[in-house]
């Protein structure tokens, strides 16, 4: 059992950042895969960022160089530092985890356990 708790969201303007994190409960953190997915108003979820238990990282291309994400296994959590930010990144942002093949990193099905999510809210 994983339990996965963000931090991090708030209100931004347009052009700022924020950084996301993910804090996990159990001793086999390095073993999950962890991904971020978000929801706006009225969207489906869907794929931001995942970072296999290898340490290979894939992005949606809607924040590739914007986003970045990275894990620190010794803290048992999963960071996304978000730049450049733009009022259409404005969701709820969710953590998950999950053991999965890489080709299914970026399929939310894929995971098992999820955060309770926070909201990012970016201003124009």
């Known amino acids: 059992q994983v339990q996965l708790v963000e931090s991090g969201g708030g209100l931004v303007q347009a052009g700022g950042s924020l950084r996301l994190s993910c804090a996990a409960s159990?001793?086999?953190?390095?073993?999950?895969?962890m991904g971020w997915f978000r929801q706006a108003p009225g969207k489906e979820r869907e794929f931001v960022a995942a970072?296999?238990?290898?340490?290979?990282?894939y992005y949606a291309d809607s924040v590739k160089g914007r986003f970045t994400s990275s894990r620190d296994n010794a803290k048992n959590t999963v960071y996304l530092q978000m730049n450049s930010l733009k009022p259409e990144d404005t969701a709820v942002y969710y953590c998950?985890?999950?053991?999965?093949?890489?080709?299914?990193?970026?399929?939310?099905?894929?995971?098992?356990?999820w955060g309770q999510g926070t909201q990012v809210t970016v201003s124009s």
């Open positions: 159990g001793r086999t953190f390095g073993s999950y895969a």
């Open positions: 998950a985890a999950g053991q999965m093949r890489a080709s299914s990193l970026t399929d939310q099905r894929a995971y098992n356990y």
């Open positions: 970072i296999s238990w290898t340490g290979s990282i």
